[in-house]
């Protein structure tokens, strides 16, 4: 199988798939679920978070090709999620530039 998106115990952001309502949820990759793996043809994910399935339950795994994992860029980096965003508002309201 080729290299996934993420790795186990990273946090990812759903960033496609059906049901449309997982759009922008946020899990915790666990491990590589090898059964559903191998019945798909692609790399699935176990995962803790709160998924609906395409049934309308919950879901039992979800695709890496599905999601963007969320890195610490490091000390000196910049995310690419939040890069050429200009200002930040906190949990409080406040504005705070970067």
């Known amino acids: 199988m080729a290299a996934t998106n993420c790795k186990p115990g990273q946090m990812a952001l ?10 922008g949820r946020i899990v915790r990759v666990t491990a590589l679920n090898d059964g559903i793996s191998v019945l798909t043809g692609t790399a699935m994910w176990d995962f803790e978070g709160d998924l609906v399935g395409p049934l309308g339950g919950p879901a039992g795994a979800v695709a ?15 995310d690419e999620m939040v890069r050429g965003v200009s200002c930040f508002v906190t949990r409080t309201g406040e504005v705070t530039h970067g």
């Open 14 to 23: 759903v960033v496609r798939g059906f049901p449309e309502c997982n759009l």
């Open 64 to 78: 890496d090709a599905c999601l963007k994992p969320l890195r610490d860029p490091g000390d000196n980096e910049v």
